[in-house]
C-alpha cells in the first residue's frame, strides 16, 4: 500500500502560481511513477502530468504544457507540480496517483493503483 498526501492547494488570481505537493509513505517511493489529475465539477478526471520513477522522463497534457513543471524528490518521497499562470478553467481538485507500471508518460486513470484525497485549486478571473 502506498498512501498519498495532496498539500498546496487554494486560491488564487488568474496569471498566479501554486506548487502543489504530494507526500508519499507506505512503500518505496522510488518504485512509482506518479501522476497528477483534476477533476471539475460535473467533468471527467482527466491526466494533467506524470514522471518516472527516476524523475528524468515527464509528460504533459497539452492544456498545461509550458505552464506546469512536475517534479519529485525521492530522498523526500514527494512528488511536486509547479503550476504557473493559472487560468480559470484550471479550477479543480488536483489529484496525485502512483503506479508501479514501467511504461512512460501513463496518462489513463485506471493504470494507477494509488491515489490521494486530493486539494482543491480555485483560480478566479
Known amino acids: 500500500q502506498v498512501q498519498l498526501v495532496e498539500s498546496g492547494g487554494g486560491l488564487v488570481k488568474a496569471g498566479g502560481a501554486l506548487r502543489l505537493s504530494c507526500a508519499a509513505s507506505?512503500?518505496?517511493?522510488?518504485?512509482?511513477?506518479m501522476g497528477w489529475f483534476r477533476q471539475a465539477p460535473g467533468k471527467e478526471r482527466e491526466f494533467v502530468a506524470s514522471?518516472?520513477?527516476?524523475?528524468?522522463?515527464?509528460d504533459y497534457a497539452d492544456s498545461v504544457k509550458g505552464r506546469f513543471t512536475i517534479s519529485r524528490d525521492n530522498a523526500k518521497n514527494t512528488v511536486y507540480l509547479q503550476m504557473n499562470s493559472l487560468k480559470p478553467a484550471y479550477s479543480a481538485v488536483y489529484y496525485c496517483?502512483?503506479?508501479?507500471?514501467?511504461?512512460?508518460?501513463?496518462?489513463?486513470?485506471?493504470?494507477?493503483?494509488?491515489w490521494g484525497q486530493g486539494t482543491q485549486v480555485t483560480v478566479s478571473s
Open positions: 496517483a502512483a503506479t508501479r507500471s514501467a511504461k512512460f508518460g501513463i496518462r489513463t486513470v485506471n493504470e494507477y493503483a494509488y
Open positions: 507506505g512503500r518505496t517511493f522510488s518504485n512509482y511513477a
Open positions: 514522471i518516472n520513477w527516476g524523475g528524468a522522463v515527464t
